[in-house]
């Protein structure tokens, strides 16, 4: 773990913005160079098309392992960059970026307030203190998990399993981490810095510039680009709305699909989001004349989808294939299908090598509106009760009216204002490209029919992720709703629906960031303690990189859930964040066996036999909860002990002599 001191942090903070530079702009900016973009526009472009290939180039050379390879891969970009670049194009540079920054204050002021708004929730996320291990506010485990397995990807690529050694990483997409892990590998900054307050503050900023880049392409007006930067930083479901008018009073304690504070709280979709703007923004540029090297540029990014968010990847392209058979059957452009088919060769070799076993989608019907109906904060059961008493009575029009209140409310309550989107008028329309709206709508529609009515075999309920994805699209047509749709309404019409979009978004916003920001202010956070902080320490410097640790998750209810000694200890785990490798499909049965016969048989040799075999170096516990077999303490002895936590050493010598005694004739 790094030691946050102020110089320290100063110094791995300019490595950070040189590190941008270098990994993320100049390739960037390299591969745009014929686009002829304004600076201002280019800018965040190069970035979000940087971070696609330095995820690509990480994942390609790390399966051949030839890591060594990257640092090619970055001075052949800077050596190219320097020799196109001059001074009169930095001056020019500068000064666009000047000018637009000038003109566009009031869009850059909604964008601050925006990353603020979302760096409430995972900003300080991991940090080292003197208390101990400092969390607020995202979900603690989710943030460990992504902490174990960028570890895993900067030690090794086939990664492993975080919280069990020995077994490979499977079903899980690891992109997002990827370009964490090089980052830091080729950099020497802390990963944890780099994943929760680095790469964090350039997401959520370039959430926003890539939206009014979209907006400067289509020569949309700012008031376009002020209502959609609204819908994607603070847009929120209307959930409140609903419990309003069921008489549940004002209350957040139904939790949103999504909303604009939520944004960072599950990286890979930030990034995947993220990298979706980039592409939709590289994809009408190459809308104008369709070059070769942009074709293959944009097939890489909308390939890499898949590796960030497997469900933004299929969101994209479900649309680019619906455009590619448009442009092929209408206008015989065969360049659109050459597209479609790169993207999807890049798709496979970024998600069959990983998850190939990931299983599939299976149909559930209306059980995602039915499971929101009885949640007990409606107070709705009822009515689920007497669908399935008219449907026990065959009475199916009963049931089709329930079912049909079930639909209007989830979709209500969960897309929110967003749902303005839906009203728009012929000139509203043609605002927008059709290639763009057959990738929206096409995009659109797959992720509703995959979110709404099926489940993973692997991850289950997880597919309410191809919902988030339609929540934040819709946030384009929300925009173009509010800007040209409503124009020709009567004055007062026009004013009380722009009201009553803004009453139905920000209560949602403003009651999460002040709950994070009370959250920070009381101390009311995850944290390690300083006691266990300690005893890490002591197993980072007094043991080996390929020594086996035992955790007893007894003590440690944060391993239960997550692999986060893993993370603390930069070691191999012997079983380490059992739920979250059980949701990933990982069979852990057998090493719970043994992890239950360790901590509870009583028979001194019983437990020896259950270390035989098992590479367990360390074992660490707590002085609250000792073994059941107290003579195991004569092949485990103490290394380390504090007030809390007691770490001991596998004496497998001591060991082998208790089996052969006990196996010799009394």
């Known amino acids: 773990m790094y030691h946050p001191k102020f110089y320290s942090l100063l110094l791995y903070s300019i490595l950070y913005v040189i590190s941008v530079v270098l990994v993320f702009y100049i390739p960037g900016s390299v591969m745009l160079r ?22 690509l180039q990480g994942f390609v050379f790390g399966f051949l392992q030839l890591r060594w390879l990257t640092y090619a891969y970055l001075l052949i970009f800077v050596y190219v960059w320097i020799r196109n670049i001059s001074l009169r194009y930095i001056f020019s540079t500068v000064n666009s970026i000047k000018h637009s920054v000038a003109v566009n204050k009031r869009l850059l002021l909604i964008i601050v307030i925006g990353v603020f708004v979302q760096l409430s929730a995972m900003w300080f996320t991991m940090i080292p203190t003197q208390k101990g291990l400092f969390y607020c506010c995202g979900d603690s485990n989710d943030n460990t998990w992504f902490a174990a397995v960028t570890n895993e990807l900067i030690h090794s690529i086939p990664p ?80 409140y709305v609903t419990l309003l008018t069921l008489r549940k009073g004002l209350n957040f304690s139904m939790s949103s699909l999504e909303d604009g504070v939520r944004f960072l709280v599950n990286l890979p979709r930030a990034y995947a989001m993220v990298m979706m703007l980039g592409f939709l923004n590289l994809f009408i540029i190459w809308l104008k004349d369709k070059k ?41 452009d065969i360049r659109p299908l050459a ?56 009475n199916w029009i009963h049931v089709a009216v329930n079912e049909g209140i079930y639909i209007a409310i989830f979709i209500f309550s969960i897309f929110g204002s967003k749902l303005a989107g839906l009203y728009q008028t012929k000139s509203s329309v043609r605002k927008i490209p059709i290639p763009v709206h057959i990738v929206f709508i096409t995009g659109m529609l797959v992720s509703l029919v995959a979110g709404l009515f099926f489940n993973q075999t692997i991850g289950s309920s997880n597919t309410f992720n191809f919902l988030v994805s339609v929540f934040i699209i819709m946030s384009f047509y929300a925009a173009l709703t509010m800007t040209y749709a409503i124009q020709r309404l009567p004055k007062i019409c026009k004013h009380l629906i722009i009201f009553i979009v803004i009453l139905a978004t920000i209560p949602r916003i403003i009651y999460e960031t002040s709950r994070n920001i009370d959250n920070l202010l009381k101390g009311r956070v995850t944290v390690v303690s300083k006691s266990t902080m300690d005893a890490v320490n002591y197993l980072q410097d007094n043991t080996k990189a390929e020594d086996v640790i035992f955790i007893d998750s007894r003590n440690y209810w944060y391993d239960v859930n997550a692999p986060m000694f893993a993370v603390l200890t930069d070691r191999p785990m012997y079983l380490s964040g059992k739920t979250m ?31 035989t075999g098992s590479n367990i170096d360390y074992m ?27 770490i001991q050493k596998v004496d497998y010598q001591k060991i082998k002599q208790i089996i052969l005694s006990f196996k010799l004739p009394q």
């Open 34 to 55: 014929s686009t002829r973009l304004r600076a201002s526009l280019q800018l965040p472009l190069s970035i979000t098309i940087g971070i696609g290939l330095w995820a």
């Open 160 to 239: 492993r399993q975080p919280g069990m050694y020995g077994v490979p990483l499977q079903n899980y997409h690891f992109l997002s981490n990827l370009v964490v892990a090089e980052t830091a590998r080729v950099f020497h900054i802390p990963y944890l810095l780099v994943q929760y307050q680095f790469n964090t503050i350039l997401l959520s900023v370039l959430y926003g510039l890539l939206a009014v880049v979209f907006g400067r392409l289509l020569h949309l007006s700012d008031v376009y680009i002020f209502w959609l930067l609204f819908f994607l930083y603070f847009g929120s479901d209307a959930m």
């Open 292 to 332: 070769l090297y942009l074709s293959i540029l944009i097939g890489l990014i909308a390939g890499s989808l898949v590796g960030f968010k497997v469900y933004a990847g299929i969101f994209v392209l479900a649309g680019l294939c619906m455009y590619a058979l448009y442009e092929f059957l209408r206008y015989k």
């Open 339 to 394: 597209v479609f088919v790169l993207s999807g060769l890049v798709t496979l070799g970024l998600y069959l090598p990983i998850n190939a076993g990931a299983g599939g989608l299976y149909f559930t019907g209306l059980w995602r509106f039915e499971n929101f109906i009885v949640q007990p904060a409606l107070g709705l059961v009822g009515l689920e009760q007497a669908r399935v008493i008219y449907a026990q009575h065959n």
């Open 581 to 611: 490798l059980n949701h990933f499909g990982v069979n852990t049965k057998e090493r719970e066996i043994v992890v239950n016969k360790i901590l509870q048989t009583n028979d001194q040799v019983k437990v020896a036999a259950a270390f």
């Open 620 to 646: 660490v516990s707590s002085l609250t909860t000792p073994l059941a077999s107290t003579e195991s303490a004569a092949f485990l002895p103490v290394v380390y002990r504090n007030q809390y936590v007691v």
